[in-house]
């Protein structure tokens, strides 16, 4: 076979041949515990034990394909559900990729759910309900647990452990507190109660049930006429609030006259106070000023002093001070207290949206849902609480400018880039700065590139373009060029990821790889490398002798292999 006869380069190609005959014949002796250490880059966990093994491994991968979430979906129908619906975590958008957050190949113990931000770091609100209050301060095992889930039947069958799963819970305040209320409400607690405490119940309005509190009613404590629930009660000490009677003021007050006078308490009395007898029972609509709204509660003595039992009453301000101060005198209309107000209340204004689009500046955008006092607010002292005309010919007269002072004798226009819809959405395009924006650049937030100093304003015209200016070099310097002042990065790195998706190492190295070559990890060639700046690998200067990695083989004497 290596007759010395023949030319010595196709005596070198035999011998070659001979050598890679004999290693493949060794690695097909391998045992199978020996090639599955070759090829798998670590044991499963507990829970993927069964698809251990080298013939398995296409459970989960596909051939030449990274992407195993299709692999993944088609065991966990219960994700794959969820993401169809497009409802839960797994249905964001950056949590479609399984391995992100569970990693294989670790070990047996190893816990397969990785919080990138640690699992108290999570944000609940982006799954659509944000913990607040006494909710914030629970721990994720006190909710998540097999109690609370609604229906567990679908997840036991998917072989989850209900007190580890995160799936299955409900929104619904009663899916895991009990309903106090009999008979119940209507079902939405939060129109109510909020999450810091059950008691008070700052959302609720006594003002839009059938018995508004007036008067001297306001301060009574709740349990004065909402007394306990029987033993019925799901919970101790829940109160009766639905189905007492209000329909006569006898219904809580004993009639001290007997009914002498008739049952209509009101005739004569109101909710100031028993003992404050509105007029004798004098009927006001009689005259030229029916008390109507707020004015029907006020102390008969309030408006006709002793020394004028006649007060007028043509305009608001005969008994009321302007709070305005005359600043709508230049708005005849705007001097007619009534056009904005009416007598169940000075607040809220009757003052709505569809009239502003009549006024000098119409409400676009954000500024529809923008309360009146954050423009309306007070000038210079308490004596004018709440300013009408305001100056409104530049946004910098009520915003901030965060981009700093223009420059000299310029006037900013805002407008070119912002609209009143939403100050963070500009309407920029970034391809006319010359740095056309693709892929995860595309997606990147403003400030991460433009931003300032400490508190200082975003940067915007002198941000630099080169990668180095953004991203830590991790090779280290290995690639700097002399003579070139920035790392060139696109030279092997695309903007899609950071997988060196360029390089061409038959091209672009000293040295092609070929045969065998082809299939041998990078890291076996490329080890690491540790130096005061971080950790990489090392690439280059490497040595390309044959000898610098492969130990010699005797060449075998006697016949033909």
Not at 423 to 432: I, K, M, V
Request: glycine share 8%.
């Amino acid at each position: 076979m290596f007759d010395s006869g023949l030319p010595i380069s196709v005596r070198r190609v035999k011998f070659r041949m001979f050598c890679v005959l004999i290693l493949i014949h060794a690695g097909i002796s391998l045992s199978p515990k020996i090639a599955s250490a070759q090829l798998s880059p670590g044991k499963l966990t507990l829970a993927h034990e069964h698809l251990e093994g080298v013939r398995r491994c296409n459970s989960c991968h596909k051939l030449g394909d990274r992407n195993i979430v299709s692999k993944c979906l088609e065991c966990h129908r219960e994700i794959a559900s969820s993401q169809e619906r497009e409802h839960g975590l797994h249905a964001l958008q950056g949590y479609a990729n399984c391995n992100e957050c569970h990693v294989e190949h670790q070990g047996r113990d190893h816990d397969l759910v990785f919080w990138p931000q640690g699992e108290s770091g999570f944000d609940h609100g982006s799954i659509g309900y944000r913990l607040e209050g006494k909710h914030a301060e629970l721990t994720c095992a006190r909710c998540h647990t097999a109690r609370y889930i609604a229906d567990p039947s679908p997840l036991v069958s998917a072989g989850k452990d209900l007190e580890r799963t995160r799936m299955g819970l409900r929104t619904s305040c009663t899916d895991c507190h009990d309903e106090v209320h009999v008979p119940a409400f209507s079902g939405i607690c939060t129109e109510c109660h909020d999450q810091n405490a059950w008691k008070p119940v700052p959302g609720f309005k006594h003002d839009a049930t059938a018995f508004p509190l007036t008067g001297r009613h306001e301060p009574v404590p709740c349990l004065k006429c909402h007394p306990p629930l029987d033993e019925a009660s799901p919970v101790a000490g829940a109160a009766k609030f639905r189905g007492v009677a209000h329909t006569a003021c006898t219904d809580c007050h004993r009639d001290p006259h007997d009914g002498r006078l008739g049952s209509r308490c009101t005739d004569c009395h109101s909710t100031t106070g028993w003992s404050t007898v509105a007029g004798e029972g004098f009927d006001h609509d009689r005259t030229r000023y029916p008390l109507r709204g707020r004015h029907a509660s006020v102390r008969c003595e309030r408006c006709h002093a002793t020394s004028d039992k006649r007060p007028t009453f043509a305009a608001c301000t005969d008994c009321h001070d302007d709070v305005h101060r005359g600043n709508s005198n230049d708005r005849p209309r705007l001097t007619r207290c009534e056009e904005c107000h009416d007598v169940d209340g000075f607040r809220p204004a009757r003052y709505a949206l569809d009239r502003h689009r009549t006024s000098a500046y119409p409400l676009e955008g954000a500024h529809l849902a923008t309360p009146c006092a954050a423009c309306h607010r007070p000038e210079d002292n308490r004596d004018r609480p709440f300013a009408l005309m305001l100056d409104h010919g530049a946004c910098t007269a009520c915003h901030d400018d965060p981009h700093g002072r223009p420059s000299a004798g310029g006037v900013r226009l805002c407008t070119t880039c912002h609209d009143q819809g939403t100050w963070r959405s500009p309407r920029f395009d970034h391809a006319t700065t010359g740095y056309t924006l693709v892929d995860r650049h595309a997606q990147a937030a403003c400030l991460a590139c433009h931003r300032g100093a400490d508190d200082a304003p975003p940067v915007f015209t002198t941000t630099p373009t080169a990668c180095a200016s953004c991203h830590d070099d991790i090779h280290l310097g290995q690639f700097a060029v002399a003579g070139e002042p920035e790392l060139r990065c696109d030279r092997c790195h695309v903007t899609v990821d950071w997988y060196a998706e360029r390089f061409d190492h038959d091209s672009h190295s000293r040295f092609a790889l070929r045969g065998g070559h082809e299939s041998v990890a990078c890291a076996r060639c490329h080890v690491p490398l540790d130096q005061p700046g971080g950790r990489s690998l090392i690439f280059k200067p490497l040595t390309m002798e044959c000898a610098d990695c492969h130990k010699s083989t005797p060449v075998p004497t006697g016949g033909n292999p």
